[in-house]
């Protein structure tokens, strides 16, 4: 049994929340995501009741819309398709026609030295071993790190319906060790015959929920070799036309202080632009507050596109993934074979889904997750 004392010192620091009445579902789904909706809406079609629980104040994850600024400002997984444009830039100029013929080369050299890498040394940092000789051969490189490990896409997978969901209610322990699995909440106790985590690995890594029975050393290892990537955006809007380019171009430029700035112009025709961090960029950025945030993004466009983009600057805002208690970074960086173990079902009753179990990763990897762990999960309700 969960002690209560670390149950009541956990209550205690926290928000105010209405206890829970002890309830019974078919199955439990831990976190309210693609994955954990994909799940839900698989169940609900072969008419298992289902109960949904979500630490947040909202549902979606990492998948999150704000339309806060005046725009639709997607703050996590992208939810359009790849920007009709892209333009690269060296020093505040575009490329040349030779040089993007160049550019293109050089990229595709890299990408199969990465890919290399990767396969001979999981995890090894590619910056140990290459060293681009001049600035089109960093931008190339950097271009390279900063590819996403999954496709965009232009509709999320997410299946019509309502899912019965109970947000601000945070699952600290699951325990499947007597005739129902239990999980305890700090508003107090909900009960299923399975349940399906969603969480990241990073909450997981943290011990944000802990197990009984304890998970195995394999998992502990899987999860350890599924990092989460550092990835942020900060979203700026003008009060007029600022910069002069074609709706949703994305620009990827190597600038005079030897930094990347990557950037969606005028979204959905919307004057704005959005930059994204990786890496050690986003961790500076988190860590430097969102004012900060806002005041470098203006100044990296200003160097781009001119004085201007300071006198119509209007508003900002920024995502902050990596501090995210109910997240810890922006998606799961790691093998194949890492994510086959952390799919697996712990012992007969407790299963896994979430972009990290997936080997394709993403939305798309996150919303199949949901649908395989829902199937088990009705295989072992049958027996």
């Known amino acids: 049994?969960?002690?209560?004392?670390?149950?009541?010192?956990?209550?205690?620091?926290?928000?105010?929340?209405?206890?829970?009445?002890?309830?019974?579902?078919?199955?439990?789904?831990?976190?309210?995501?693609?994955?954990?909706?994909?799940?839900?809406?698989?169940?609900?079609?072969?008419?298992?009741?289902?109960?949904?629980l979500e630490a947040r104040e909202r549902t979606g994850g990492r998948v999150f819309t704000d339309p806060g600024l005046g725009l639709p400002f997607d703050q996590g997984a992208p939810t359009r398709a790849e920007p009709t444009g892209m333009s690269l830039m060296i020093d505040g100029k575009e490329l040349s026609h030779e040089e993007y013929q160049r550019f293109a080369k050089t990229s595709d050299e890299i990408a199969h030295l990465i890919q290399a890498l990767h396969k001979e040394a999981p995890g090894f940092d590619p910056r140990v071993v290459v060293h681009p000789h001049d600035a089109l051969q960093r931008l190339a490189f950097e271009v390279q790190l900063r590819r996403t490990p999954f496709p965009p896409f232009s509709r999320l997978p997410v299946a019509e319906g309502r899912v019965p969901a109970r947000i601000n209610t945070r699952v600290i322990r699951i325990d499947s060790t007597g005739p129902l699995v239990r999980l305890v909440t700090l508003g107090g106790e909900v009960q299923a015959k399975a349940v399906i985590v969603t969480v990241s690995t990073g909450v997981l890594a943290a011990g944000g929920i802990s197990f009984a029975p304890p998970l195995r050393s394999d998992r502990h290892a899987?999860?350890?070799?599924?990092?989460?990537?550092?990835?942020?955006?900060?979203?700026?809007?003008?009060?007029?036309?600022?910069?002069?380019?074609?709706?949703?171009?994305?620009?990827?430029?190597?600038?005079?202080?030897?930094?990347?700035?990557?950037?969606?112009?005028?979204?959905?025709?919307?004057?704005?632009?959005?930059?994204?961090?990786?890496?050690?960029?986003?961790?500076?950025?988190?860590?430097?507050?969102?004012?900060?945030?806002?005041?470098?993004?203006?100044?990296?466009?200003?160097?781009?596109?001119?004085?201007?983009?300071?006198?119509?600057?209007?508003?900002?805002?920024?995502?902050?993934?990596?501090?995210?208690?109910?997240?810890?970074?922006?998606?799961?960086?790691?093998?194949?074979?890492?994510?086959?173990?952390?799919?697996?079902?712990?012992?007969?009753?407790?299963?896994?889904?979430?972009?990290?179990?997936?080997?394709?990763?993403?939305?798309?990897?996150?919303?199949?997750?949901?649908?395989?762990?829902?199937?088990?999960?009705?295989?072992?309700?049958?027996?």
Not at 13 to 22: E, L, N
Not at 24 to 35: F, H, K, T, W
Not at 272 to 277: E, S
């Open 222 to 383: 899987a999860i350890v070799s599924l990092p989460m990537a550092q990835a942020d955006k900060v979203c700026v809007t003008f009060s007029r036309r600022v910069i002069d380019a074609p709706d949703d171009t994305r620009v990827v430029a190597w600038t005079k202080q030897q930094t990347v700035t990557e950037v969606l112009l005028r979204p959905g025709g919307k004057e704005a632009a959005i930059l994204t961090y990786r890496g050690e960029e986003a961790r500076k950025l988190e860590a430097n507050g969102a004012s900060a945030a806002a005041a470098g993004a203006v100044t990296a466009l200003a160097d781009l596109f001119g004085k201007e983009v300071r006198m119509g600057f209007l508003r900002a805002a920024s995502t902050r993934w990596g501090l995210d208690p109910y997240a810890r970074g922006a998606w799961a960086d790691g093998p194949v074979e890492a994510r086959r173990v952390l799919a697996s079902p712990h012992y007969e009753r407790v299963f896994f889904a979430g972009e990290a179990t997936d080997g394709a990763g993403g939305v798309f990897g996150a919303s199949a997750s949901g649908q395989r762990a829902a199937k088990e999960a009705l295989a072992a309700l049958k027996r």
């Open 1 to 52: 049994m969960f002690p209560r004392r670390a149950v009541l010192a956990g209550a205690l620091s926290a928000p105010f929340v209405r206890p829970a009445h002890a309830a019974e579902a078919d199955v439990a789904v831990v976190g309210a995501g693609v994955a954990g909706f994909a799940a839900a809406h698989t169940l609900i079609g072969a008419h298992r009741s289902v109960v949904v």
